[in-house]
C-alpha cells in the first residue's frame, strides 16, 4: 500500500450518511477526529488497551485506534456526540454527570458509549457484569465506583422510561 | 469530646453561614464541567488546532547511557513534509539550562544520553504521521557508557557520573552521583534507640510507577513575533508558575511575554506541573519559525520519560519504650531519582518532616540522598514520598507490637495526640490543630469489623484472611521557598447578574473548580448554577499557583471566599438603598439580596446589577454616583506554611485519617484480592460529599494498582521492558473493589474559609502500608519489597510451608 493510496467509504455516521475518500491508511480514530472533528473519541495509548477512543460498530463497542476506516464501510457507527438526542444527554450521560462517574472526563466518552451499548443488550446488568463490560477500558481518576453506580443508575432510568 | 474554643466558635460560624446561604457548601453539587464531558465536547490539549501549524516529534535516545558522537538528519530532512530537524546544538542559541530544584536539564541533550527515551532531537513536519516517520530515520551515532539503573550503582565508587558539569560546578551541591542531600535531626536519637525497651528494624524496597494520566501530556505553542508574546496551550497543572518555568528555561523570553492557557486536562495527579522538553521545545520552535507549533505525546513517550514515582530504598528504625511509647524513628532514604533532579530533593524532605505520620515521636532522624541514575526521572506524583515513608513506618510498628505483645490498635492510639491536646507543635515543628483521628480509628475499625478479620486464619474457600491499618497525616499547601503559599481570586457579576469566579487553578478532574464555585454561591446567597468558573488562563485569572498539594480548596478556596465577601459590600450601598433599609440589614440570600429576615423585601442579583450597569447615576446618592463596582477581589495568603529550617511548618495546613484493608491470599497462587476497604479522614468541612468520595476512591484505587500490580522494569542496561500499557497493567474495574466505606470526620481548620482542609492525594498514602500489613496478618509474613505480585509472595509462601497445590 502506497502513502497516497486512497479509499471511498460509505458510512452512518451518528445517524447521518457520507461517502468519503482518504488515505487507505488512514485509522478510524483518525478519520473521527481529523477529519469529522468528532474529538470526543479520544486518543489515550494507542493500543487498544484504554478504550478512550470506543466507538459503536454497527452497535458493538469497539476500539478506533486500532481499526482502519476502511473497515468501517457501509456500516454503522455512533460516537459518544451522537448519543444525545438534540438537546437532551443520554441516559448514561445524564447518569455519568449525576452519579460523578467521571472526574477529568478523558475516559469518560469511551465508558459512555461502552455502558450504552451494555444497556442496550442486557437492561439490567449485574455488578459483575457491568465490571466485566467495561474491563477493556481503562479509568485512572474515579477508582470505578461511581462509574459501575452511574450504569446502574442509568439502567434504572432507562426502564423507568420504558 | 472537648474542643477548643477557637473550633467551637468557628463551627458556629460555619453553622451560621448555612443557614444564611441555603447551604451550597456542604451539598454534592454536580460537576460544573461535567454536561461537555459526558458529551465528548470538552476540549483536550490534543483537540486544539491552530491554522498553520506544524507537527512536532522527538527523536528519543535507544540507550540508557552513552555519549553523543553524531547525530545524521540528512535522510530525515530530505523527506517530504518535514520543515527541520534540530539537535541540541540547534537548540542551544534559545534556550537556558533549567530545572525545579537544580539546573540539570536541557530539553534536548547535547553531550549525553541519560535515559531510555531522552529527547535528543526534533522533527518539524506538515502533519504528526509524517514527522513520526522522520524522526524514525534520524540516525544517532552513540559510544556506550556504563550505566547508573539502581541506587547501589549510583552510590558505587567506580560509578559513571550521570552530571560531570555539576559534580565539578563549586557553586552547585552535586556531589559525584549525589544530587542532594537531607539531614533533620530532633531529640536524641542514639540516647532515645540505646534506652529503648524494643528496636525494630528493617529495609523497605518501593516501586517505580507511573500515575498514567489517560491524557498523555501535550502542547501547542503558539508565538506571535509582531507581539513579541508567547501562547503556551498546554496540558498542565499551574498555568502561572509555567510562566515562570518556562521564562527560565527559555533564553530572552520573559514572564511578561508569555501567556499560558490550560484546556481540560485529562488527569494529572502531579506530572504535569513542572516544564517538560515538550513544552520548552515547542515554545523555541515556534519562536524560531513564527508558527503555531503542536506536540503530543504518546503512550509509550509518556511511559518512558513522561516522569512518575520514585522508588526508593528506606532503611529505618523504630524504637519503643516499655510503656508502648514510640520514642525513636531514624530513617535514612535511598532515592533513584533518574536521570534529573526535577522535584526528587523535595519528595525526600518534605515528606520527611511529616515521616512521623500521627505518631508524636520525640527523636526523630531523617536523612536522605536523590541519587542521578540511568532511568526515567521522577517528579512530583500524588503523595508526595509519604507513601514510601509510611510503608515503612506502619510496618516497623506492627513488628515493635508483636515484639512488646502489645494490640498496635492501642499503640496508634496511645501515640497519636488528642483533639484535646491541640493545637501543638510536632517534634519536627509542624503545628497541628484540630484534627481528630482518634474517631477516625474508631469508624474505621467499625467500617471494617477489624475484630471479626484480625487473626482470624482463613475464609470458607480457603483462602488466608488478613486485616491490615495504615495513617495519614498529610500536608496540604506548601510554603514556597519564595516565601509564600497564596491564590488571589476576583467575583465579578455582569450586567446580567450573572457571576463569575475567577481563580489561577487548573482543572485535572478534582473538582475543585466546583468546590470553588459552591463556596462562591454559599457566600452570595446564590446557587451554584448561578456561578461560573473561569480558570486556565494566565492573562485572565489572577496569581495563583495551581493545583497541586491539596492547596486548591483550602487556598484557592479561601480566597475566593474573600472575594465574594469583597463584592457583598461593594454591593451593599446599593442595595441597602433599592431596599430601602439600613445597610447592615441587608440579607445575601435566596438569589439576590433582602432585608434581613424578610423575604418579601427582596431584589434579586439581576435587578441589581441592571441598577448598577444601566440606571441614571444622578438617582443614586452622591457617594455612590461614580460608579459602582460588580467585583470583589481578595488574595488569600497563609499565615500558617513557614520555610523549614530543616524544622518547621511546612504546610498551611495537615489532614488526619487511617485506612484499612481485607485481603485474601490464595495459598496456591499467592494472589492478593483486596476484598474490603474502609477510610475515615479528618477533612475539616466537606465543600462536596460526593467529589470527596469520588477522590478518594479514585486515590484509593490507584494505590492497589501501585501496591499489586505497577513497577517499571528495566532491565541491567536500562532498558524498560515494560513501556505499554498492554506490559505494564492499570487496574480496570476488575481489578478494584467497590469502595463504599467513606465515613469523614469535620473538625474545622479554624483558618479557611469554611474549615475545609486537603483531600485529594491524601487517601492514597496508607494504602501500601494498610496492603502489607493486611498480608503480614494473613500469614505471618513481612514483604518489604513493592509491589506485592504473586512472584514475590509464593516462594515466600512456599518456604513458609504455606503454599497449597
Given at each position: 500500500?502506497?502513502?497516497?493510496?486512497?479509499i471511498t467509504i460509505?458510512v452512518?455516521?451518528n445517524?447521518?450518511?457520507?461517502?468519503?475518500?482518504l488515505p487507505?491508511r488512514t485509522l478510524?480514530?483518525?478519520f473521527?477526529?481529523?477529519h469529522e472533528?468528532?474529538?470526543?473519541?479520544?486518543?489515550?495509548?494507542?493500543?487498544?488497551?484504554c478504550g478512550a477512543?470506543?466507538?459503536l460498530?454497527?452497535?458493538?463497542p469497539?476500539?478506533?485506534?486500532?481499526?482502519?476506516a476502511?473497515q468501517?464501510?457501509?456500516k454503522e457507527l455512533?460516537?459518544v456526540?451522537?448519543?444525545?438526542d438534540g438537546?437532551?444527554?443520554?441516559?448514561v450521560?445524564e447518569a455519568?454527570?449525576d452519579?460523578?462517574?467521571m472526574?477529568?472526563g478523558?475516559c469518560?466518552p469511551?465508558f459512555v458509549?461502552s455502558?450504552?451499548?451494555?444497556?442496550?443488550?442486557?437492561?439490567?446488568p449485574?455488578?459483575p457484569?457491568i465490571?466485566?463490560?467495561?474491563a477493556?477500558n481503562?479509568?485512572r481518576?474515579?477508582?470505578y465506583t461511581k462509574?459501575i453506580?452511574s450504569?446502574?443508575?442509568?439502567?434504572e432510568?432507562q426502564?423507568?422510561e420504558? | 469530646?472537648?474542643k477548643?474554643?477557637?473550633?467551637?466558635?468557628?463551627?458556629?460560624?460555619t453553622?451560621a453561614?448555612a443557614t444564611?446561604?441555603?447551604?451550597?457548601?456542604g451539598?454534592?453539587?454536580n460537576s460544573k464541567?461535567g454536561?461537555r464531558l459526558?458529551?465528548?465536547?470538552?476540549?483536550?490539549?490534543d483537540?486544539?488546532?491552530?491554522?498553520?501549524q506544524r507537527?512536532a516529534r522527538?527523536?528519543r535516545?535507544q540507550l540508557?547511557h552513552a555519549?553523543?558522537?553524531?547525530?545524521d538528519?540528512?535522510?530525515a530532512?530530505?523527506?517530504d513534509?518535514?520543515?527541520l530537524v534540530w539537535?541540541g546544538e540547534?537548540?542551544e542559541?534559545y534556550?537556558e539550562?533549567y530545572?525545579?530544584?537544580?539546573?540539570?536539564e536541557?530539553?534536548?541533550?547535547t553531550?549525553r544520553?541519560?535515559?531510555v527515551?531522552?529527547?535528543l532531537?526534533?522533527?518539524?513536519?506538515?502533519?504528526?504521521?509524517t514527522?513520526t516517520?522522520?524522526a524514525?530515520?534520524?540516525d544517532?551515532?552513540?559510544?556506550r557508557?556504563?550505566t547508573?539503573?539502581?541506587?547501589?550503582?549510583?552510590?558505587?565508587?567506580?560509578?559513571p557520573?550521570?552530571?560531570?558539569?555539576l559534580?565539578?560546578d563549586p557553586?552547585?551541591?552535586?556531589?559525584g552521583?549525589?544530587a542532594?542531600e537531607?539531614d533533620?535531626?530532633?531529640?536524641?536519637?542514639?540516647?532515645?534507640?540505646?534506652?529503648?525497651?524494643v528496636v525494630v528494624?528493617d529495609?523497605f524496597?518501593t516501586?517505580?510507577?507511573?500515575?498514567t494520566p489517560?491524557e498523555?501530556?501535550?502542547?501547542?505553542?503558539?508565538?506571535n513575533?509582531g507581539?513579541q508574546?508567547?501562547t503556551?496551550?498546554?496540558?498542565?497543572?499551574?498555568?502561572h508558575?509555567?510562566?515562570?518555568?518556562?521564562?527560565?528555561?527559555?533564553a530572552?523570553?520573559a514572564?511578561?511575554?508569555?501567556?499560558?492557557?490550560?484546556p481540560?486536562i485529562?488527569?494529572?495527579f502531579?506530572v504535569k506541573?513542572?516544564a517538560?522538553?515538550?513544552?520548552v521545545?515547542?515554545s523555541?520552535?515556534?519562536?524560531?519559525l513564527?508558527?503555531?507549533?503542536?506536540?503530543v505525546?504518546?503512550?509509550?513517550e509518556?511511559?518512558?520519560a513522561?516522569?512518575?514515582?520514585?522508588?526508593e530504598r528506606?532503611?529505618?528504625?523504630l524504637a519503643?519504650?516499655d510503656?508502648?511509647?514510640i520514642?525513636?524513628w531514624?530513617?535514612?532514604?535511598l532515592?533513584?531519582?533518574?536521570a534529573?533532579?526535577?522535584?526528587?530533593p523535595?519528595?525526600i524532605?518534605?515528606?520527611?518532616?511529616?515521616?512521623?505520620?500521627?505518631?508524636?515521636?520525640?527523636?526523630?532522624h531523617i536523612?536522605g540522598?536523590a541519587?542521578?541514575?540511568?532511568?526515567?526521572p521522577g517528579s512530583?506524583v500524588?503523595?508526595f514520598?509519604d507513601?514510601?515513608y509510611?510503608?515503612?513506618r506502619?510496618?516497623?510498628?506492627?513488628?515493635?507490637?508483636?515484639?512488646?505483645g502489645?494490640?498496635p490498635?492501642a499503640i496508634?492510639?496511645?501515640?497519636?495526640?488528642?483533639?484535646?491536646?491541640?493545637?501543638?507543635r510536632?517534634p519536627t515543628g509542624?503545628?497541628?490543630?484540630?484534627?481528630?483521628?482518634?474517631e477516625?480509628?474508631?469508624r474505621?475499625?467499625?467500617?471494617?469489623?477489624?475484630?471479626?478479620?484480625?487473626n482470624t486464619g482463613r475464609?470458607?474457600?480457603?483462602?488466608?484472611?488478613?486485616?491490615?491499618m495504615g495513617t495519614?497525616?498529610k500536608?496540604?499547601?506548601?510554603k514556597k521557598v519564595?516565601?509564600?503559599e497564596s491564590?488571589?481570586?476576583?467575583?465579578q457579576m455582569?450586567?446580567?447578574?450573572e457571576?463569575?469566579?475567577?481563580i489561577?487553578?487548573?482543572s485535572?478532574?478534582?473538582g475543585t473548580?466546583?468546590?470553588?464555585?459552591q463556596?462562591?454561591a454559599?457566600t452570595?446567597?446564590?446557587?451554584s448554577?448561578?456561578?461560573k468558573?473561569?480558570?486556565?488562563?494566565?492573562d485572565?485569572t489572577?496569581?495563583?499557583?495551581?493545583?497541586?498539594?491539596?492547596?486548591g480548596t483550602?487556598?484557592?478556596g479561601?480566597a475566593?471566599?474573600?472575594a465574594?465577601e469583597?463584592?457583598?459590600e461593594n454591593l451593599?450601598?446599593?442595595?441597602?438603598?433599592?431596599l430601602?433599609v439600613?445597610?447592615?440589614?441587608v440579607e445575601?440570600a435566596g438569589g439576590g439580596?433582602?432585608e434581613t429576615?424578610?423575604?418579601?423585601n427582596?431584589?434579586?442579583?439581576?435587578?441589581?446589577?441592571?441598577e448598577a450597569?444601566?440606571?441614571?447615576?444622578?438617582?443614586r446618592p452622591d457617594?455612590m454616583?461614580?460608579g459602582?463596582p460588580l467585583?470583589?477581589?481578595?488574595?488569600?495568603?497563609?499565615?500558617e506554611?513557614?520555610?523549614?529550617d530543616?524544622?518547621?511548618?511546612l504546610?498551611?495546613?495537615y489532614?488526619?485519617?487511617c485506612l484499612?484493608?481485607?485481603?485474601?491470599i490464595?495459598?496456591?497462587?499467592?494472589?492478593?484480592?483486596?476484598?474490603d476497604?474502609?477510610?475515615s479522614?479528618d477533612?475539616?468541612?466537606a465543600?462536596?460529599p460526593?467529589?470527596i468520595?469520588?477522590?478518594?476512591?479514585g486515590a484509593?484505587?490507584q494505590a492497589?494498582?501501585e501496591?499489586?500490580?505497577?513497577?517499571?522494569?528495566?532491565?541491567?542496561s536500562g532498558?524498560?521492558?515494560?513501556?505499554s500499557?498492554?506490559d505494564?497493567?492499570l487496574?480496570?474495574?476488575?481489578?478494584?473493589?467497590?469502595?463504599?466505606?467513606?465515613?469523614?470526620?469535620e473538625?474545622?481548620?479554624?483558618?479557611t474559609?469554611h474549615g475545609q482542609?486537603g483531600?485529594?492525594e491524601?487517601?492514597?498514602?496508607p494504602?501500601?502500608?494498610?496492603?502489607?500489613?493486611?498480608?503480614?496478618d494473613?500469614?505471618g509474613?513481612?514483604?518489604t519489597?513493592l509491589?506485592?505480585?504473586?512472584d514475590?509472595v509464593?516462594?515466600r509462601?512456599?518456604?513458609e510451608?504455606?503454599?497449597?497445590?
Amino acid at each position: 500500500m502506497s502513502a497516497t493510496e486512497t479509499i471511498t467509504i460509505d458510512v452512518t455516521l451518528n445517524g447521518r450518511s457520507l461517502e468519503e475518500t482518504l488515505p487507505a491508511r488512514t485509522l478510524l480514530s483518525e478519520f473521527l477526529r481529523d477529519h469529522e472533528h468528532l474529538t470526543g473519541t479520544h486518543r489515550g495509548c494507542e493500543t487498544a488497551k484504554c478504550g478512550a477512543c470506543t466507538v459503536l460498530l454497527d452497535g458493538d463497542p469497539v476500539k478506533s485506534c486500532n481499526m482502519l476506516a476502511a473497515q468501517v464501510d457501509g456500516k454503522e457507527l455512533t460516537t459518544v456526540e451522537g448519543l444525545m438526542d438534540g438537546d437532551e444527554l443520554h441516559p448514561v450521560q445524564e447518569a455519568f454527570w449525576d452519579e460523578h462517574g467521571m472526574q477529568c472526563g478523558f475516559c469518560t466518552p469511551g465508558f459512555v458509549v461502552s455502558a450504552a451499548a451494555l444497556l442496550e443488550e442486557n437492561e439490567d446488568p449485574t455488578i459483575p457484569e457491568i465490571r466485566d463490560h467495561l474491563a477493556g477500558n481503562i479509568c485512572r481518576c474515579t477508582g470505578y465506583t461511581k462509574i459501575i453506580d452511574s450504569v446502574q443508575k442509568a439502567a434504572e432510568m432507562q426502564q423507568e422510561e420504558r | 469530646m472537648s474542643k477548643s474554643d477557637l473550633t467551637q466558635e468557628h463551627e458556629q460560624e460555619t453553622r451560621a453561614e448555612a443557614t444564611e446561604s441555603e447551604g451550597e457548601v456542604g451539598k454534592s453539587v454536580n460537576s460544573k464541567f461535567g454536561r461537555r464531558l459526558v458529551t465528548g465536547t470538552g476540549q483536550f490539549v490534543d483537540d486544539i488546532n491552530i491554522s498553520g501549524q506544524r507537527h512536532a516529534r522527538f527523536v528519543r535516545s535507544q540507550l540508557a547511557h552513552a555519549r553523543i558522537v553524531d547525530i545524521d538528519t540528512s535522510e530525515a530532512e530530505a523527506m517530504d513534509g518535514v520543515e527541520l530537524v534540530w539537535t541540541g546544538e540547534d537548540l542551544e542559541p534559545y534556550i537556558e539550562p533549567y530545572g525545579l530544584i537544580l539546573p540539570d536539564e536541557k530539553p534536548l541533550s547535547t553531550d549525553r544520553a541519560r535515559f531510555v527515551g531522552d529527547e535528543l532531537a526534533v522533527v518539524v513536519a506538515k502533519d504528526r504521521l509524517t514527522a513520526t516517520l522522520a524522526a524514525e530515520k534520524v540516525d544517532v551515532e552513540y559510544e556506550r557508557l556504563d550505566t547508573v539503573t539502581g541506587v547501589d550503582d549510583a552510590l558505587d565508587d567506580d560509578a559513571p557520573i550521570l552530571h560531570p558539569d555539576l559534580d565539578a560546578d563549586p557553586d552547585i551541591d552535586v556531589d559525584g552521583n549525589i544530587a542532594s542531600e537531607y539531614d533533620l535531626q530532633v531529640g536524641d536519637v542514639g540516647g532515645a534507640f540505646e534506652d529503648a525497651a524494643v528496636v525494630v528494624e528493617d529495609t523497605f524496597e518501593t516501586n517505580k510507577t507511573n500515575p498514567t494520566p489517560l491524557e498523555p501530556k501535550g502542547c501547542v505553542a503558539d508565538y506571535n513575533p509582531g507581539e513579541q508574546e508567547l501562547t503556551l496551550h498546554s496540558s498542565n497543572q499551574a498555568p502561572h508558575l509555567m510562566k515562570e518555568y518556562l521564562s527560565e528555561a527559555l533564553a530572552d523570553l520573559a514572564p511578561s511575554n508569555i501567556v499560558v492557557k490550560i484546556p481540560d486536562i485529562g488527569g494529572g495527579f502531579g506530572v504535569k506541573i513542572e516544564a517538560f522538553p515538550h513544552e520548552v521545545c515547542a515554545s523555541a520552535l515556534s519562536m524560531a519559525l513564527g508558527r503555531p507549533i503542536k506536540l503530543v505525546l504518546d503512550r509509550l513517550e509518556e511511559m518512558q520519560a513522561g516522569r512518575g514515582r520514585h522508588d526508593e530504598r528506606l532503611n529505618a528504625r523504630l524504637a519503643l519504650d516499655d510503656d508502648g511509647d514510640i520514642v525513636g524513628w531514624d530513617v535514612e532514604v535511598l532515592q533513584s531519582t533518574g536521570a534529573h533532579a526535577s522535584f526528587g530533593p523535595a519528595v525526600i524532605s518534605s515528606a520527611g518532616i511529616t515521616s512521623a505520620g500521627p505518631y508524636y515521636i520525640p527523636n526523630q532522624h531523617i536523612r536522605g540522598k536523590a541519587l542521578y541514575t540511568n532511568v526515567m526521572p521522577g517528579s512530583a506524583v500524588r503523595g508526595f514520598g509519604d507513601p514510601q515513608y509510611t510503608f515503612a513506618r506502619e510496618q516497623l510498628l506492627e513488628e515493635a507490637c508483636a515484639e512488646l505483645g502489645v494490640d498496635p490498635m492501642a499503640i496508634r492510639r496511645q501515640n497519636a495526640p488528642e483533639l484535646e491536646d491541640m493545637p501543638m507543635r510536632s517534634p519536627t515543628g509542624i503545628n497541628w490543630r484540630g484534627a481528630d483521628i482518634h474517631e477516625c480509628f474508631d469508624r474505621v475499625q467499625d467500617m471494617i469489623n477489624w475484630d471479626d478479620h484480625r487473626n482470624t486464619g482463613r475464609t470458607k474457600d480457603g483462602k488466608l484472611r488478613g486485616v491490615g491499618m495504615g495513617t495519614l497525616m498529610k500536608r496540604g499547601g506548601n510554603k514556597k521557598v519564595a516565601g509564600t503559599e497564596s491564590d488571589a481570586a476576583v467575583v465579578q457579576m455582569n450586567k446580567f447578574g450573572e457571576i463569575t469566579v475567577l481563580i489561577g487553578t487548573a482543572s485535572i478532574g478534582q473538582g475543585t473548580e466546583t468546590g470553588i464555585v459552591q463556596i462562591v454561591a454559599d457566600t452570595l446567597g446564590v446557587t451554584s448554577e448561578e456561578v461560573k468558573p473561569i480558570i486556565g488562563d494566565s492573562d485572565v485569572t489572577p496569581e495563583g499557583f495551581g493545583v497541586w498539594a491539596d492547596r486548591g480548596t483550602i487556598i484557592g478556596g479561601s480566597a475566593a471566599a474573600k472575594a465574594a465577601e469583597d463584592l457583598k459590600e461593594n454591593l451593599r450601598p446599593l442595595a441597602a438603598l433599592m431596599l430601602d433599609v439600613d445597610e447592615d440589614a441587608v440579607e445575601f440570600a435566596g438569589g439576590g439580596v433582602r432585608e434581613t429576615g424578610n423575604p418579601n423585601n427582596a431584589v434579586p442579583m439581576a435587578d441589581l446589577a441592571h441598577e448598577a450597569t444601566f440606571a441614571n447615576p444622578e438617582d443614586r446618592p452622591d457617594e455612590m454616583k461614580d460608579g459602582i463596582p460588580l467585583v470583589g477581589r481578595a488574595r488569600f495568603d497563609s499565615q500558617e506554611a513557614e520555610v523549614p529550617d530543616p524544622k518547621g511548618s511546612l504546610s498551611h495546613g495537615y489532614t488526619w485519617g487511617c485506612l484499612a484493608v481485607v485481603v485474601d491470599i490464595d495459598p496456591t497462587t499467592g494472589e492478593i484480592d483486596v476484598v474490603d476497604v474502609a477510610i475515615s479522614e479528618d477533612v475539616g468541612k466537606a465543600i462536596n460529599p460526593k467529589m470527596i468520595e469520588g477522590q478518594t476512591q479514585g486515590a484509593i484505587a490507584q494505590a492497589l494498582g501501585e501496591v499489586l500490580l505497577e513497577h517499571y522494569d528495566y532491565d541491567g542496561s536500562g532498558n524498560l521492558t515494560n513501556g505499554s500499557l498492554v506490559d505494564y497493567h492499570l487496574p480496570t474495574a476488575k481489578d478494584v473493589p467497590l469502595i463504599n466505606k467513606i465515613d469523614e470526620v469535620e473538625t474545622p481548620d479554624p483558618t479557611t474559609s469554611h474549615g475545609q482542609k486537603g483531600v485529594g492525594e491524601c487517601p492514597l498514602v496508607p494504602v501500601p502500608a494498610a496492603v502489607a500489613n493486611a498480608v503480614a496478618d494473613a500469614t505471618g509474613i513481612r514483604f518489604t519489597e513493592l509491589p506485592l505480585t504473586p512472584d514475590r509472595v509464593l516462594p515466600r509462601l512456599v518456604e513458609e510451608g504455606m503454599r497449597e497445590l
